[in-house]
T-cell receptor
Framework: GAGVSQSPSNKVTEKGKDVELRCDPISGHTALYWYRQSLGQGLEFLIYFQGNSAPDKSGLPSDRFSAERTGGSVSTLTIQRTQQEDSAVYLC?????????????FGEGSRLTVL | AQRVTQPEKLLSVFKGAPVELKCNYSYSGSPELFWYVQYSRQRLQLLLRHISRESIKGFTADLNKGETSFHLKKPFAQEEDSAMYYCALQFQGAQKLVFGQGTRLTINP
């Protein structure tokens, strides 16, 4: 596709439920990032995948959060036992193999609301 | 730890007035710094990078290593500049960006 695609665009769930958010990066981009955008916290790094290397999980806020990237393309971010503080917009971004220019290409985000 | 601070969550100026969005960083090495912008109902996108020393849409940003700042400036604000602005840092050898908390800029007519 022309850009990074994320689904669902909106998700409302009840506290304690699990959710899965999907990201389809730009074709040919081997690096994939997840960020969380929330009021007051700005843009928080969650996790980064680069090719077949081990992902950088240093930004995941708790063990309820996990992500995988199958086949070096599509990624899924899973939040287990959701809490109200998980409510945010989850942004996915991709970039060519080496982040030389600092340009990340972002998707439109998945807005998560936990009731 | 590497950190980016944008002290103003909200900034409101009148059309035609100068605008400055502040960004400070904490990093002892040689950083790469960027400004990203998100217009209403659009995706977050790169606005400019310090290494290019470019002016984009009338905006410029100068890296001041002494003050560890990278403020974004425009001499005459326009209504279409209203958006959310994020300052971002890429530290040496890293493959990820650290973003600030963002500043919502509103240009009043």
């Amino acid at each position: 596709g022309a850009g990074v695609s994320q689904s669902p665009s909106n998700k409302v769930t009840e506290k304690g439920k699990d959710v899965e958010l999907r990201c389809d990066p730009i074709s040919g981009h081997t690096a994939l990032y997840w960020y969380r955008q929330s009021l007051g916290q700005g843009l928080e790094f969650l996790i980064y995948f680069q090719g077949n290397s081990a992902p950088d999980k240093s930004g995941l806020p708790s063990d309820r959060f996990s992500a995988e990237r199958t086949g070096g393309s599509v990624s899924t971010l899973t939040i287990q036992r959701t809490q109200q503080e998980d409510s945010a917009v989850y942004l996915c971004a991709s970039s060519p193999r080496v982040l030389k220019t600092g340009e990340l290409f972002f998707g439109e985000g998945s807005r998560l609301t936990v009731l | 730890a590497q950190r980016v601070t944008q002290p103003e969550k909200l900034l409101s100026v009148f059309k035609g007035a100068p605008v400055e969005l502040k960004c400070n960083y904490s990093y002892s090495g040689s950083p790469e710094l960027f400004w990203y912008v998100q217009y209403s109902r659009q995706r977050l996108q790169l606005l400019l990078r310090h290494i290019s020393r470019e002016s984009i849409k009338g905006f410029t940003a100068d890296l001041n290593k002494g003050e560890t700042s990278f403020h974004l400036k425009k001499p005459f604000a326009q209504e279409e500049d209203s958006a959310m602005y994020y300052c971002a840092l890429q530290f040496q050898g890293a493959q990820k960006l650290v973003f600030g908390q963002g500043t919502r800029l509103t240009i009043n007519p």
